[in-house]
């Protein structure tokens, strides 16, 4: 499904975010990706949309190689969901922000409106259609901008701090959202016990470099979170 | 809620009242933009003493209002902040051009003062045109139209930018104050000593954030030098409302009743 080979990515002032990583997700893995604040994590997630232009390695999604020119097709396969949901919402209603995407790609208005109503009724946002992003709560928007990306079924989500600012029923109701969503998942958080609940695996990065990668149990290995500086 | 706060909310509140769905809403938005351009090229064209024949054109706001059902104080505010720029323009001429223009009863008006208004009535209509546009069209619709209208990509870019970068960056100051005064004892304004760095950071994050808010769009399929939207098809009633417009500017510019 994802095959990341010796990914590196240095930014214009010389840091090096992400250094040499190379890991695989296969079809319907939910992965955790672990690591403390400044370890790299939205560099990475970031590189492998293809929006980091400082980055060198190769990065397979399904059969294709990311690249410059195949960026458009890569991101119908590939959806982000940001650490800030105001960054993704920005349209004077959900509604149009959810078909933001669709329209993107020429799809017709029905089909849009399809679509639309499919994925706020699976996130159980189908109230907040008409309402304007600046008056949402959190949670509320955290939802919305999750709807924005599944709308356009990918075939992977990448997830930057999903729990960030949910209160606790929030964030259970996030983690049955996304348990049930049939897609590779790649889920970056400082939520130990929500990447426990929801992942079979998990990454764990520091500096840049990937310190671990295996079963979800490792989470439970002093040592190696010690090294992680978690 | 703080008046900066207020007026941040002011600024989003174009945004919002462009989901509306009325009947101007639902327009085209090309026959909306052609309107807008005939509006404001039939106005600027007009003399600098021409008030009263520019009078007739109050109706287009007024009813464009009434129909979109927006409000007429919101409108109104946004449109005050042009005004000083007028005044400017227009104040010099009150004090050197005295001779005498017309009279009311016994009020005498001179070139000077009747420029003045003039250029006023110039200003509201041009820009509640612009303001109306904005108000009812979705701001992705109007840059797509644009771009399908053959203006070069870097300019409906800057555009663009220019207007999502206003935005987050009133957000960001706020937030900025905010903080700032919470730590700051009991002081309303910002102290002069800090004003520098307050606002070098201020331009910095909203820079950022305008950048994380493009990052986005693009994520999911968004590039200028892509037309979306491009299929929507004119239709009857657009044609109509644009005929409409664009036939009773021109009569108003060209029929000289004196
Ligand atoms: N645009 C940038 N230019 C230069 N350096 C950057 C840039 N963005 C991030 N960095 C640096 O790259 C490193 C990794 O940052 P990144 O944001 O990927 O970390 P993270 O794991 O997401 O952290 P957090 O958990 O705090 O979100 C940090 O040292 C950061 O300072
Ligand atoms: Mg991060």
Same mark, same amino acid.
């Given at each position: 499904?994802?095959?990341?080979?010796?990914?590196?990515?240095?930014?214009?002032?010389?840091?090096?975010?992400?250094?040499?990583?190379?890991?695989?997700?296969?079809?319907?893995?939910?992965?955790?990706?672990?690591?403390?604040?400044?370890?790299?994590?939205?560099?990475?997630?970031?590189?492998?949309?293809?929006?980091? /232009?400082?980055?060198?390695?190769?990065?397979?999604?399904?059969?294709?190689?990311?690249?410059?020119?195949?960026?458009?097709?890569?991101?119908?396969?590939?959806?982000?969901?940001?650490?800030?949901?105001?960054?993704?919402?920005?349209?004077?209603?959900?509604?149009?922000?959810?078909?933001?995407?669709? &329209?993107?790609?020429?799809?017709?208005?029905?089909?849009?409106?399809?679509? %639309?109503?499919?994925?706020?009724? &699976?996130?159980?946002?189908?109230?907040?259609?008409? &309402?304007?992003?600046?008056?949402?709560?959190?949670?509320?928007?955290?939802? $919305?901008?999750?709807?924005?990306?599944?709308?356009?079924?990918?075939?992977?989500?990448?997830?930057?701090?999903?729990?960030?600012?949910?209160?606790?029923?929030?964030?259970?109701?996030?983690?049955?959202?996304?348990? /049930?969503?049939?897609?590779?998942?790649?889920?970056?958080?400082?939520?130990?016990?929500?990447?426990? /609940?929801?992942?079979?695996? %998990?990454?764990?990065?520091?500096?840049?470099?990937?310190?671990?990668?295996?079963?979800?149990?490792?989470?439970?290995?002093?040592?190696?979170?010690?090294? $992680?500086?978690? | 809620?703080?008046?900066?706060?207020?007026?941040?909310?002011?600024?989003?509140?174009?945004?919002?009242?462009?989901?509306?769905?009325?009947?101007?809403?639902?327009?085209?938005?090309?026959?909306?933009? =052609? !309107?807008?351009?005939?509006?404001?090229?039939?106005?600027?064209? +007009?003399?600098?003493?021409? +008030? =009263?024949?520019?009078?007739?054109?109050?109706? #287009?706001?007024?009813?464009?209002?009434?129909?979109?059902?927006?409000?007429?104080?919101?409108?109104?505010?946004?449109?005050?902040?042009?005004?000083? @720029? !007028?005044?400017?323009?227009? =104040?010099?001429?009150?004090?050197?051009?005295?001779?005498?223009?017309?009279?009311?009863?016994?009020?005498?008006?001179?070139?000077?003062?009747?420029?003045?208004?003039? =250029?006023?009535?110039?200003?509201?209509? !041009?820009?509640?045109?612009?303001?109306?546009?904005?108000?009812?069209?979705?701001?992705?619709?109007?840059?797509?139209?644009?771009?399908?209208?053959?203006?070069?990509?870097? +300019?409906?870019?800057?555009?663009?930018?220019?207007?999502? #970068?206003?935005?987050?960056?009133?957000?960001?100051?706020?937030?900025?104050?905010?903080?700032?005064?919470?730590?700051?004892?009991?002081?309303?304004?910002? *102290?002069?000593?800090?004003?520098?760095? @307050?606002?070098?950071?201020?331009?910095?994050?909203?820079?950022?954030?305008? *950048?994380?808010?493009?990052?986005?769009?693009?994520?999911?399929?968004?590039?200028?030098?892509?037309?979306?939207?491009?299929?929507?098809?004119?239709?009857?009633?657009?044609?109509?409302?644009?005929?409409?417009?664009?036939?009773?500017?021109?009569?108003?510019?060209?029929?000289?009743?004196?």
């Amino acid at each position: 499904m994802l095959i990341v080979n010796d990914l590196t990515v240095v930014y214009q002032d010389g840091t090096c975010a992400v250094d040499n990583v190379r890991f695989s997700i296969s079809t319907n893995e939910n992965v955790a990706l672990i690591g403390a604040n400044g370890a790299g994590k939205t560099s990475l997630l970031l590189a492998l949309v293809g929006v980091l /232009e400082e980055k060198s390695g190769e990065i397979l999604i399904g059969d294709t190689i990311v690249e410059n020119n195949n960026l458009r097709d890569i991101r119908t396969k590939i959806g982000m969901v940001f650490q800030n949901p105001d960054d993704q919402l920005f349209m004077p209603r959900i509604y149009d922000d959810i078909a933001f995407g669709l &329209r993107n790609y020429d799809f017709d208005e029905p089909d849009v409106e399809q679509q %639309v109503n499919y994925t706020m009724s &699976r996130l159980g946002i189908e109230h907040l259609a008409q &309402r304007s992003p600046l008056k949402l709560s959190g949670g509320e928007k955290r939802l $919305a901008a999750i709807a924005t990306v599944l709308v356009m079924s990918p075939d992977l989500l990448l997830f930057d701090e999903p729990t960030a600012h949910l209160d606790p029923r929030a964030r259970r109701n996030l983690i049955a959202t996304l348990t /049930e969503l049939p897609q590779s998942k790649l889920i970056a958080t400082h939520d130990l016990s929500f990447a426990e /609940e929801l992942c079979s695996r %998990v990454l764990i990065m520091h500096e840049g470099k990937l310190l671990a990668d295996g079963d979800i149990s490792l989470l439970n290995d002093a040592t190696i979170l010690d090294t $992680a500086g978690l | 809620m703080s008046a900066h706060n207020a007026r941040v909310h002011e600024l989003r509140a174009l945004d919002t009242l462009s989901a509306g769905q009325t009947a101007i809403h639902r327009l085209h938005p090309l026959a909306k933009l =052609i !309107c807008t351009m005939t509006i404001v090229i039939c106005t600027v064209s +007009f003399g600098p003493y021409d +008030f =009263i024949r520019l009078v007739p054109y109050l109706f #287009y706001p007024f009813i464009m209002m009434s129909i979109a059902e927006l409000p007429y104080r919101l409108l109104l505010s946004r449109v005050l902040i042009a005004l000083p @720029f !007028c005044l400017f323009a227009g =104040i010099s001429n009150v004090i050197f051009n005295r001779s005498i223009a017309l009279t009311i009863g016994s009020m005498n008006i001179s070139f000077g003062v009747l420029s003045l208004f003039t =250029i006023l009535l110039k200003m509201y209509l !041009c820009v509640m045109a612009a303001l109306l546009l904005v108000a009812t069209t979705p701001f992705t619709e109007l840059t797509t139209q644009l771009r399908w209208m053959r203006i070069p990509y870097i +300019f409906v870019m800057v555009f663009e930018m220019t207007y999502r #970068y206003i935005a987050v960056l009133l957000e960001e100051a706020y937030s900025m104050t905010t903080a700032y005064r919470l730590r700051s004892g009991s002081k309303k304004a910002i *102290e002069m000593r800090h004003m520098g760095s @307050f606002v070098g950071q201020m331009l910095l994050r909203g820079f950022d954030r305008a *950048e994380r808010v493009y990052t986005a769009m693009a994520c999911r399929g968004y590039s200028l030098k892509h037309i979306p939207f491009a299929k929507r098809k004119m239709t009857g009633v657009d044609f109509a409302f644009l005929s409409a417009v664009f036939i009773s500017c021109v009569l108003i510019r060209v029929i000289n009743l004196r």
